[in-house]
Structure formats: C-alpha cells, structure tokens
C-alpha cells in the first residue's frame, strides 16, 4: 500500500483577518471507505489546528474554531492512528476519517533533504527509494529544498517540478513527511524571475497550492513529531526564521501534547550549524552569509531566532532537531544544566556538494528509536565508492 500524506487542492486565498467557523468530527473509520457509517464512532482528545489555534475533540470526536489562519485545517493522528488525508482545505464541515495503523515504541526512520528535483536528478530520487526500500523504515522525513528553484524562474518552470516532486513521492511506499525549504519560495528573486509581488502563488503560495501546509505535526511511537517552516524572506531575500504565527502555533500545539512526551523537529535551515565556516562571511550579494533584519545584523543561514523557539520547545524533552541546507552531515552537541540536545543535518540528495579539495558526500541519515531513546545516526551514501 502507498502512503501519500498530500492532497491536491484547487487554488483559494483567505482573508488572514476573516473569521471562518470551523467544525467538524474525527471517527475511527473502521472500514476505510472515508466515510462516515452509522457505527463509526468519534474519536476523543485529538488535536486539530488551522496553523494558528490548535483545539482538542470532545468525547464524542467533535471539534470547532474560529479560523484565521491560511485556509486549511488539519489533523494531528494520535499514535496508532493514520488519516489519508490529514489536512483540507477549509470548509464549514471538515471531517476526518482516521484508521487504526500498527505501531511501537521501536521504531526507525530516515531524514533525507535537499532534494532540489528536477528531470535532471530523477536518477537521484531512484537511489532514495532504494535506500528506503532497502532499510525498510516506518517513514521517512524530507527537510525542504524539495525541487531545483522557485526562487527565480517562471511560474510555468516552478509549477514543473513541484509537479514532478509530487509525482515522485507517489512512487514511496512508506509515508513521506516534507516541509519546505529557501527553493520553495516563489518568485521573490524578482530581478531575476520577473515576477511580480501581487502573483496569486507568490511566496510560499505556490508550496500550499501543491503540498499543502508548510508546518504541521505528527505522532509515533511516543514521540511527537513536529515538521517546521523556518525559511522566511523580506524583500528579494531569504534567511532563517520562525515568523511569529508559526511560533504562536507551536506553543499551542505543545500545550496540547503531556509534558513528558520527546519532541523532534525538521526544518530546512538548522538552528546551529558548524557549515558556516564554508563560506565567508559577507552581507552584499546573493550568496551572502549575513542579512539585515529589523536593523541587526543576523547569520542568514540558521534561525535567527532560535533562542525563541528553542525557549518553546525545550517545554519538553527534546532530543534531536533535524535540518538541512548545508548539504552535509555534521552533529553539534548543545548541553547545559538543563537540557542536552542534538542538533544534525544530513547531505543531500542531489549529489555531492564540493567544497575546497573536499566533496561532501550525498546521503541521508537513518535513525532507530525505542522507547523514547533516539540512537545515533547512521549515515547511509547514496553514492558508491
């Protein structure tokens, strides 16, 4: 069976200051038809978002919000739980049907990024799967620059390979997770793309239009995962960062899941990155390392405000945030009296990435759980030696 968490949708916009009511139910659908039948009972103490709230169903799988968020509402499965659908996009009813699914403690999943698709790297995302098909994980996470660019090319060449990104993840046979990445930002190099600011799928638009939405959550095996949006943009440029409505969200989401649970985050950008040194540091061009936000002179290629969300997420165990960007494995170990982190990033998909007399290595990074404990890292090539 394939796993697919997307869903295609027609394009909409919504006011960010309307006010849309939102309610709706979450049954066990025992028979998997999608629909409602009459012995389909609700499920209780599940947690739906429209990207800024986060609400909790009654007993009876019964939910309702005032929306004011980016035009869909999704679900957060509880362990043991799947929906083939877990988010749509906002009407006045919106149910979801979840299905029991095994699961464990014991578990293993791999983090792949930068996957910059295109008809050029076909062969590269064949070697992903067989890597997947090969290891045999519950699922895979895949931490943005999912296709070539956005950034600065036509809407007609954008929309290809986010097509062919979408069609790629229907060949997986395992769930597949994706937030987005600096790439997926359409448009915004307008120099360069000739596109204009007032373009209905300008920004992160035209990832909602194919994907969906661009931060969520997820539970298994004990562990709540949570796929981050930490590549912001002002003006022509891009640099990391959690904007405040995603901030507000994911102290709501957090509130909502028990203090004791582990959390793991992916996002494209890290929030500390020993790959800085690669490059130099420079304020001026389009691959600079250093960007101007709100007068302070900020790293362009981690969060910038990663003191703040760390603030949020250290509410509870948090062992291990995933990222990307710099194309290359590296772990960076944060400890203080309270809390020990693990900070990693994994190559990319696309090919090795040279760098001085060095290449880094393509590949992804596999990772074995149980009960709560995230082992080390196992970095598999996708290149032969």
Known sequence: MKYIPILLFILFTVDSQAQTTIQGVVYHDKNANGLRDRDEVGIAGVMVSDQVQVVITDAQGRYALASAGYGFVLVTPPDGYAANSWWQKVSTTNNFALKKVPTSTTFSFIHASDTHISEKSLDRMEKLRAVVEAAKPDFVLISGDLVKDALRVSEQEASSYFTLFRQELAKFTVPVWSVPGNHEIFGIERHLSLVSKSHPLYGKKMFHHYLGPNYYS????????????????EDLWYF???DSLQLKW????????AATTPVITFGHMPFYSGGLSFAPFTETGPSRTLERENGKLEFRHVVSNAADVLKVLTTHPYPLSLAGHHHARQVFWYESTSTKIRFEQTGAVVGGTPHGNETLPSGVTLYKVTNGVVGEGTFIPLDKK
């Open 240 to 242: 990391g960062r959690v």
């Open 218 to 233: 997820f539970n298994y095996g004990g562990i709540h995962f949570v796929g981050l949006d930490n590549v912001d943009y």
């Open 250 to 257: 994911l102290k709501a989401d957090l509130a909502s899941v």
